[in-house]
């Protein structure tokens, strides 16, 4: 079965980085996209980016452009995102997701991570 | 960027009733349209995909339909787990943005 499992929980002091990783199984890691989601606690889902990891190439959304990089690994099938230059606003659970092909829509998801920016 | 307007933004309703919940493109999206469904402390799940296919094993009293800039979701006969939020997403260009968001709570 498909699976995205998402490493812990993480606490950051404003102004440095953080690096979310996303290990997925039951499909072939380099046949689909990987995108990144956030949500802030109460607010909606945002869409950051995505990634495709068999070429490597990414898209980010404007917003992240300057502080957000993500890259993989295919000899474990993990994929990984990271934050620089981290504040307050960017707390957030993080979703990595699966985009079916072609159409992009995202069809499996990590179960969360939550990044706290705290001084 | 392309925003997505969804309403209303929450919505009392009863087990039984027939729901629909709006979203509207602020261009034209094709069918590029998906949409999710997602309860408290979980991931989003996917619905519906390309505005009208229903994702594998998703209850057929989820429908959508629409194109261009105006699309529909709509729910039968709501169930007692169908209550959650929903958004949708376009997937027509980057960055592909999401609704805000309608809240499903029970009368």
């Known amino acids: 079965q498909v699976q995205l499992v998402q490493s812990g929980a993480e606490v950051k002091k404003p102004g440095a980085s953080v690096k979310v990783s996303c290990k997925a199984s039951g499909y072939t890691f380099t046949s689909y996209d990987i995108n990144w989601v956030r949500q802030a606690t109460g607010q909606g889902l945002e869409w950051m980016g995505w990634?495709?990891?068999?070429?490597?190439?990414?898209v980010y959304a404007p917003k992240f452009q300057d502080r957000v990089t993500m890259t993989r690994d295919t000899s474990v099938s993990t994929a990984y995102m990271e934050v620089s230059s981290l504040r307050s606003e960017d707390t957030a659970v993080y979703y990595c997701?699966?985009?079916?092909?072609?159409?992009?829509?995202?069809?499996?998801w990590g179960q969360g991570t939550l990044v706290t920016v705290s001084s | 960027d392309i925003q997505m307007t969804q309403s209303p933004a929450s919505l009392s309703a009863s087990v039984g009733d027939r729901v629909t919940i709006t979203c509207r493109a602020s261009?034209?999206?094709?069918?590029?349209l998906n949409w999710y469904q997602q309860k408290p402390g979980k991931a989003p799940k996917l619905l519906m995909y390309t505005a009208s296919t229903l994702q594998s094993g998703v209850p057929s009293r989820f429908s959508g339909s629409g194109s261009g800039t105006d699309f529909t979701l709509t729910i039968s006969s709501l169930q007692p787990e169908d209550f959650a939020t929903y958004y949708c997403?376009?997937?027509?260009?980057?960055?592909?943005?999401f609704g805000q968001g309608t809240k499903l709570e029970i009368k």
């Open positions: 261009q034209s999206i094709s069918t590029y």
């Open positions: 990634m495709n990891p068999y070429s490597g190439r990414t």
């Open positions: 997701a699966r985009g079916l092909t072609r159409v992009a829509a995202l069809d499996y």
């Open positions: 997403q376009q997937s027509d260009s980057a960055p592909r943005t």
